[in-house]
């Protein structure tokens, strides 16, 4: 019964913002971590952004200073605002979420652990 559905995707320019977002409904579990993902061909799927059920925001490197994840607890909503875009930004972003447990988000921003529910993605082309 969980549902995660992305939007906001697009093509932009180098520079230029975007603002995803992920509409969630069913999740089951009081506390949780929610992720965005990015994912190009030929490569693994990476970890971009993590928020959790106490408000815990963390980043990798790279986005750092430009990315921000935000959420809505009442419209069940997280959102990905992403500023002043790079080609290497382009891919197909996901949503994703887990129950968390004290170090699940760290986790994930170290590749080591994967999120159980996942939306479909959305596309986010980032032109030079």
């Known amino acids: 019964q969980v549902d995660l559905a992305e939007s906001g995707g697009g093509s932009v320019e180098s520079g230029g913002s975007l603002r995803l977002a992920c509409d969630v409904s069913g999740f089951p579990h009081r506390t949780y971590c929610m992720a965005w993902f990015r994912q190009v061909p030929g490569k693994e799927r990476e970890p971009v952004a993590t928020i959790d059920s106490d408000g815990s925001k963390r980043y990798i490197d790279s986005v750092k200073g430009r990315f921000n994840i935000t959420q809505i607890y009442g419209k069940n909503s997280v959102f990905l605002q992403m500023n002043n875009l790079r080609p290497e930004d382009t891919g197909m972003y996901y949503c994703?979420?887990?129950?968390?447990?004290?170090?699940?988000?760290?986790?994930?921003?170290?590749?080591?652990?994967?999120?159980?529910?996942w939306g479909r993605g959305t596309q986010v082309t980032v032109s030079s």
């Open positions: 994703a979420a887990n129950q968390l447990t004290h170090d699940y988000c760290s986790r994930i921003l170290r590749g080591i652990a994967i999120p159980y529910y």
